[in-house]
């Protein structure tokens, strides 16, 4: 029976994740089935438990599951347990499952190998407060940058997440329009603003032509955040599919104890659009 692993989400149906993983699994000759699961609301730990049934060996949680996950784990990761959230679990039939968040790594590894960011010494503005900027804050302050600047429209979230990790680093916490006046070497964008087309309200004065600017959120065009930043005169604007194909890569390994290439894999599923 081929070994079994899937994504989880509410909704789903729009999930890269089977793709991707297949391709890993071509490129690494691994024989395992992916597939992407619908999960009822208020159904999860059912639909875990009735994955492993089924012979299922492991699972990608997205939105809004990651923090379920995370309380589903009997151990997880200590980037997991700092988090709050998981999103890669490696299922045991005992049902005390490990649980992992790779969404960090795959941030960091999408810009230091396939784009050559350097974050030591770097100023760094993460925008946003909620769970995809919870997840990327120790990966990055691993990374020694002279100064992490966590910037939300809700002050103090932002204020609260940088206090939850200043023995990592140097963080600071505040809204949006108090970074006015300072400027940043890369700038991540951890909110979902455009999806609907929209930048988060912050002063034009934190890009400079030396700023590297990064979007969580990718399409098939630059998004609303990279031409915004674009037009500020940011010396490099990307997009979120490099992290979403390291991300799943990190979990993959977790599973099959192999690493695949993943540039191929991110311009396969580039080429796509």
Known sequence: MMDRYAVMGNPVAHSKSPRIHALFAEQTSQQLQYDAILVEKDG????????????????????????EAWALAATRSDRAERAGAVNTLVLDESGRHFGDNTDGAGLVRDLLHNHGA???NKRLLLVGAGGAARGVIEPLLGESPTLLVIANRTSAKAVELARLFCELGHTEGCGLD????????????????SLSAKVPALPESVITTDSWCYDMMYADKATAFMDWAQQLGAAR???????????????????????PDTQPVINAIRGQY
């Open 118 to 120: 350097v974050f030591k």
């Open 44 to 67: 999860f730990r059912e639909a875990v438990a009735d994955f492993l049934r089924q012979g299922g060996k492991g699972l990608n949680i997205t939105v809004p599951f990651k923090e």
């Open 237 to 259: 604007c990307m997009d979120g599919l490099g992290m979403l194909v390291e991300q799943a890569a990190e979990s993959f390994c977790l599973w099959r104890n192999v690493r």
């Open 178 to 193: 108090a970074v006015h006046g300072q400027a940043f070497d890369i700038i991540i964008n951890a909110t979902a603003a």
